[in-house]
């Protein structure tokens, strides 16, 4: 719960970053490298999270798949997010 707070809180100084499409927030760049630096502190926990969990919730024999899923649902999950908003967003 603690890493996820963080993430959100890191995702917050990203997003308080950006001005309106005007005008340019002040010292907005500094904010942005500190809310992705807060993200990254904490994105060894999601990335590790998979084998933990696997090893809790699962049986010997299940483990390694619930491993693959688990961590294969990162980076698609990145994947999604990149051509999602192309699909959603349209031309005009």
């Not at 969990?53 to 049986?59: E, G, H, K, L, Q």
């Not at 299940?62 to 959603?88: C, K, W």
């Amino acid at each position: 719960l603690i890493a996820n707070g963080l993430n959100v809180a890191g995702c917050l100084v990203r997003f308080a970053s950006t001005g309106s499409s005007a005008a340019v927030r002040p010292g907005g760049y500094a904010l942005l490298l500190s809310g992705q630096a807060l993200c990254g502190l904490v994105q060894p926990v999601f990335v590790n999270a998979s084998a933990k969990i696997a090893a809790t919730w699962f049986s010997l024999a299940g483990r390694d798949l619930a491993t693959v899923i688990a961590s294969m649902a990162n980076p698609l999950g990145t994947g999604v997010g990149q051509i999602l908003p192309a699909v959603v967003v349209g031309d005009d």
